[in-house]
T-cell receptor, first 115, second 107 residues
Framework: GAGVSQSPSNKVTEKGKDVELRCDPI?????LYWYRQSLGQGLEFLIY????????KSGLPSDRFSAERTGGSVSTLTIQRTQQEDSAVYLC?????????????FGPGTRLTVL | RKEVEQDPGPFNVPEGATVAFNCTYS??????FFWYRQDCRKEPKLLMS???SGNEDGRFTAQLNRASQYISLLIRDSKLSDSATYLC????????FGTGTRLQVFP
């Protein structure tokens, strides 16, 4: 079946612009996670959605970052007024239930470059 | 101190060699543990979960030592296709990823 998809695969933007990154989780997966991976760094947790519960936003690095998940499926991560330090690969993952204990299925990521 | 620490490598080994990676974690309340594999410019994929009793999947063996707070991954009879970065992942309320250990298997 189809895996997690993300778009765009690459995004180059200028400092100060806003960007939107999209994630389509695996159909039926109720949990959705956003991470970012900077060069030489581990994956950094950003935000977690589980069903209709309030999202866990504890990993968002600043108020320039926000995310929403519409209809319990597609999610959009928005970065406002991008900075050069926002350059990273943004990865989305999903799994079937509330499950930090369970395997996460990752999308291919969006490589963001802020000039 | 980082919550999850790994030797970044690279570990350069010949085909057929046995190689082991260790990973240490700082939070003794950590609940579950995993090894993920990440190929260059690809997404991470689960390699195996790590159980307290230790577990084996083919050429791969994972072990957990809670007392010393470390996890290990042993790869026997290395293949060229094992070349990748191996991420140690610890569940402490949420998943904490190590920065990975890079393995390069050469002919």
């Amino acid at each position: 079946g189809a895996g997690v998809s993300q778009s765009p695969s690459n995004k180059v933007t200028e400092k100060g612009k806003d960007v939107e990154l999209r994630c389509d989780p695996i159909s039926g997966h109720t949990a959705l996670y956003w991470y970012r991976q900077s060069l030489g760094q581990g994956l950094e947790f950003l935000i977690y959605f589980q069903g209709n519960s309030a999202p866990d936003k504890s990993g968002l690095p600043s108020d320039r970052f926000s995310a929403e998940r519409t209809g319990g499926s597609v999610s959009t991560l928005t970065i406002q007024r991008t900075q050069q330090e926002d350059s990273a690969v943004y990865l989305c993952a999903s799994n079937p239930d509330r499950g930090w204990y369970n395997e996460q299925f990752f999308g291919p990521g969006t490589r963001l470059t802020v000039l | 101190r980082k919550e999850v620490e790994q030797d970044p490598g690279p570990f350069n080994v010949p085909e057929g060699a046995t190689v082991a990676f260790n990973c240490t974690y700082s939070n003794s309340a950590s609940q579950s543990f995993f090894w993920y594999r990440q190929d260059c410019r690809k997404e991470p994929k689960l390699l195996m979960s790590v159980y307290s009793s230790g577990n084996e999947d083919g050429r791969f063996t994972a072990q957990l030592n809670r007392a010393s707070q470390y996890i290990s991954l042993l790869i026997r009879d290395s293949k060229l296709s094992d070349s990748a970065t191996y991420l140690c992942v610890v569940n402490t309320d949420k998943l904490i990823f190590g920065t990975g250990t890079r393995l390069q298997v050469f002919p």
